[in-house]
């Protein structure tokens, strides 16, 4: 069973930065492609950026395109997101989503919590 631990959230202000983390369980090549997800309240779940296998990164949602950036450490099984930036409509929790090879389910982890307040 493959476990997603994401970290890094907390309460910013305005204009400030955060870098998330999700660390796997195993390595992170195992999967086709891992990604970050928001869900802000009353809202649904949106795509924010994904990494596939390869390397190619890939931004999504029009309001994070230059402030947000996806990278991995392979050596770590890990994949971050770099949030700069930050404006009010950030607030959100935020999941790492892993997508396996040939799967038809995926993983996700139990989110981070993003706040963004003056």
């Known amino acids: 069973q493959v476990q997603l631990v994401e970290s890094g959230g907390g309460l910013v202000q305005p204009g400030g930065s955060l870098r998330l983390s999700c660390a796997a369980s195993g390595s992170i090549l195992s999967f086709v492609s891992m990604g970050w997800y928001r869900q802000a309240p009353g809202k649904e779940r949106e795509f924010v950026a994904t990494?596939?296998?390869?390397?190619?990164?890939?931004t999504n949602v029009d309001s994070v395109k230059g402030r947000f950036t996806i990278s991995r450490d392979i050596a770590k099984n890990t994949v971050y997101l770099q949030m700069n930036s930050l404006e009010y409509e950030d607030t959100a929790v935020y999941y790492c989503?892993?997508?396996?090879?040939?799967?038809?389910?995926?993983?996700w982890g139990q989110g981070t919590q993003v706040t963004v307040s003056s």
């Open positions: 989503k892993a997508t396996p090879f040939g799967a038809t389910s995926v993983y």
């Open positions: 990494i596939r296998n390869g390397g190619t990164m890939t």
